[in-house]
């Protein structure tokens, strides 16, 4: 099982970004799938996470409602879209694949995929 993320990179403060989420070798519509975020010197945090039918969204700990999650699963594709960003908001993006779902949007869910991450810098 392979997730490939694209689309970060540099983005002016009060900015937006959409972040993709593919998959190589399997189908992601059996899966839920979570975006994760590590800024520089704090721990793997849950930004949003969806269900593997995409009825349900989940927002992780600190319920940021900047960020938005969808999914195309004819395209084999998760998205994650956010808006009014700041240099808080830098840092790697893992999507993140999970089987049996998410009860909480947490990096410590059973998780049978995870991304090689995408860099997102926030920056005048």
């Known amino acids: 099982l392979q997730l490939v993320e694209s689309g970060g990179g540099l983005v002016q403060p009060g900015g937006s970004l959409r972040l993709f989420c593919t998959a190589s070798g399997f189908t992601l519509d059996d899966y839920a799938i979570g975006w994760f975020r590590q800024a520089p010197g704090k721990e793997l945090e849950g930004l949003v996470c969806?269900?593997?039918?995409?009825?349900?969204?989940i927002y992780g700990d600190s319920v940021d409602l900047r960020f938005d999650i969808s999914r195309d699963n004819a395209k084999n594709a998760v998205y994650l879209e956010a808006e009014r960003l700041n240099p808080g908001d830098s840092g790697i993006y893992y999507c993140a694949a999970s089987r049996s779902g998410f009860k909480w949007c947490r990096p410590g869910s059973a998780v049978d995929s995870w991304g090689q991450g995408t860099q997102v810098t926030v920056s005048s």
């Open positions: 969806i269900s593997a039918s995409g009825s349900t969204t």
